[in-house]
């Protein structure tokens, strides 16, 4: 199956972001709500169908695309499938039991592979066909999770925090194999053509604090960053859950192709302080609009975050404000979409 333009659209996805990158005549502005699960609901799979077959993912995604025309697809292998990865080198693991409950079993951690591991595999197979069928209609991003939030998956999240206080060479240790992993990541799947997407929701500076963000998780994302810019010729889609108003300064230096902010975040000031450094997008209440609200609802909620939004300097995309919530209806998203043909159009 290769997609074509979406009927709904004068352009497709690549021709709409260029134009607006590069103050051209568009058809309306880039819009990318993050459906979660939504997808397997389209594609007529369960969640776990979906993450066992690449080609399961392949299709999702093509069947979301031909039904709502958002401007990116993305899979894996995400938070999920990096801890996996490396949670399956520790031996004699038992089931929901920590991985990491002492950090002795570090010396069995070694970065992934991601060319030979197993788990990798299936989101490389699926990136392959993914962007075949639909890299020349609309981006591809590939999502490689962060690293405190990683982490979390191996350390217990309670555990980690305390750790950076009172531990911490061990979680620099730590998140120096998960960002060798995650380079890994970005290696084997360069070779496609797509860009790299991360979220780092545990690095939200009300859990850790802007002074232990800057030590444990600026430098890895910079580095990071500045890593798949290298590689891929594509800068990173990153997102931020909470309040994130205290590390602007360090979200800045980063190379994004766009930072996107949590709906709490006020998306007027976003636009004015820090859409004069990096893109913004943003911020459709994810559970109040998409989960609950009305089809008005939604529609004022859209047409508020395009005025807002499109005052940044560096440029605005049209995204919810986290991943769309499970139980969320499909008919929300075509109305999210409806929202951003109308109100988005170039003026």
């Known amino acids: 199956m290769r997609l074509e333009k979406h009927n709904a659209d004068e352009m497709t996805p690549l021709e709409r972001i260029y134009a607006y990158e590069h103050g051209l005549s568009y058809d309306r502005i880039p819009s990318v709500p993050f459906i979660g699960n939504v997808r397997c609901k389209?594609?007529?799979?369960t969640p776990e169908e979906y993450w066992d077959s690449a080609?399961?993912?392949?299709?999702?995604?093509?069947?979301?695309?031909?039904?709502?025309?958002?401007?990116?697809?993305?899979?894996?292998?995400?938070?999920?499938?990096?801890?996996?990865?490396?949670?399956?080198?520790?031996?004699?693991?038992?089931?929901?039991?920590?991985?990491?409950?002492?950090?002795?079993?570090?010396?069995?951690?070694?970065?992934?592979?991601?060319?030979?591991?197993?788990?990798?595999?299936?989101?490389?197979?699926a990136a392959e066909m993914l962007q075949e069928s639909a890299g020349e209609i609309v981006p591809v991003e590939i999502s490689i999770g962060g690293p405190l939030t990683i982490a979390s998956f191996l350390r217990e999240i309670e555990l980690l925090l305390r750790d950076c206080r009172r531990n911490g060479d061990k979680v620099q240790k730590l998140l120096r194999i998960i960002v060798d992993s995650q380079k890994s990541c970005i290696d084997a799947f360069a070779q496609y053509g797509v860009g790299i997407a991360m979220a780092d929701p545990v690095a939200n500076p009300a859990l850790i604090g802007p002074k232990l963000y800057e030590k444990f998780v600026f430098p890895y994302t910079k580095e990071l960053t500045d890593y798949a810019l290298e590689k891929t010729g594509k800068k990173v889609s990153l997102h931020m859950c909470g309040a994130t108003y205290s590390i602007w300064k360090y979200i800045e230096q980063y190379q994004l192709n766009e930072i996107s902010l949590d709906n709490i975040v006020d998306l007027d000031r976003a636009a004015r302080e820090l859409g004069k450094k990096v893109p913004i997008a943003g911020n459709v209440d994810p559970v109040q609009s998409m989960l609950n609200g009305t089809k008005e609802e939604i529609f004022a909620d859209v047409q508020k975050c395009i005025e807002l939004g499109n005052s940044a300097e560096k440029g605005f995309h049209l995204t919810t404000g986290c991943d769309i919530p499970d139980g969320t209806s499909p008919e929300k998203v075509d109305w999210f979409m409806e929202a951003a043909r109308l109100y988005g159009k170039k003026r």
């Open 42 to 45: 389209v594609g007529g799979m």
């Open 55 to 125: 080609e399961n993912m392949v299709k999702a995604e093509l069947m979301s695309y031909q039904r709502f025309g958002f401007d990116r697809l993305g899979i894996g292998p995400n938070t999920r499938g990096i801890s996996d990865a490396l949670a399956a080198q520790v031996p004699d693991k038992k089931q929901g039991s920590l991985v990491l409950d002492d950090y002795s079993k570090l010396e069995y951690l070694e970065p992934v592979n991601a060319r030979n591991d197993l788990v990798i595999q299936r989101f490389l197979q």
